[in-house]
């Protein structure tokens, strides 16, 4: 399926895919992370049950220490 | 977003919307300070500021504070200081330590949000709860500040009402602290942000 991943074209090689293991697959590390789908905000103990469907818009946002 | 109908406003047309606006910023520090001081200068009506912090001696490389207000509250020290730039603006000061329940109280009838923390964690908290609680107000966050150089590196990221400033990727540490050209940039960049949005609405 191809899925728009921090407002760039992504293609992703299955049909179904948690926002858990998309970030996964990309490898986002960073233990602080903020993630939007479609615009609606998914919290950390949601992202392994809500799945990601062709055409999505994903956001992952990395929060950085320091202000 | 196009910022064709603010050049053609005057300063004057510029002071009458704003000053009808009431700002939120969540933390004192080098970006709460900075970017407050920024929006003072524009003349926002109403500043609500809150940090539970004093004034150290190592904030002075980058916060909007002088030596002789080492040991004061940032929250009511900010206050003070806005005051002698413009006795004006009303602000609103709460020296407390934000949790979620105390953004939604502080903060829930403001035009817009400013994050200003300085831990991650804090951010998400903050994320979350508004974007949560309070989806309908606008929440600009600072990301990613640390160190020198690499100016084009800051940049700003929009997602809906979720607006992200900074270069999403520099941590603090000892080899890369925070310093004031960068954080003062990140700041201005919510300030401007923040204009821009008070000024479409």
Known sequence: MEITLNNRPEIVDKNVLSIQELIELKNFTFKLLVTKLNGTLVKKDQRKSVTIKDGDKVDVIHLISGG | ?201
């Open chain 2, 1 to 201: 977003m196009s910022t064709k109908a603010i050049k053609e406003m005057t300063f004057k047309e510029i002071k009458k919307i704003v000053e009808t606006k009431t700002v939120g910023i969540a933390g004192a520090g080098g970006l709460g300070s900075n970017c407050a001081v920024a929006l003072a200068r524009t003349g926002i009506g109403k500043i609500i500021v809150a940090d539970f912090d004093t004034i150290s001696e190592s904030n002075l490389n980058r916060q909007y504070y002088y030596f002789e207000q080492i040991g004061q509250n940032k929250a009511f020290t900010l206050s003070d200081n806005i005051y002698f730039i413009d006795p004006d603006i009303k602000i609103e000061v709460h020296p407390i330590k934000l949790g979620p329940d105390d953004i939604v109280r502080i903060y829930k009838d403001c035009d817009v949000i400013i994050e200003a923390f300085d831990r991650a964690d804090m951010k998400q908290m903050i994320i979350e709860t508004v974007q949560t609680e309070l989806p309908h107000i606008p929440l600009i966050v600072g990301s990613g500040m640390a160190g020198w150089g690499d100016s084009n590196s800051i940049k700003l990221r929009q997602i809906d009402n979720l607006y992200i400033c900074g270069d999403e990727k520099t941590e603090i540490a000892e080899d890369t602290p925070s310093l004031a050209p960068r954080v003062g940039m990140v700041a201005n960049m919510q300030a401007n942000v923040a204009l821009e949005i008070l000024l479409k609405s």
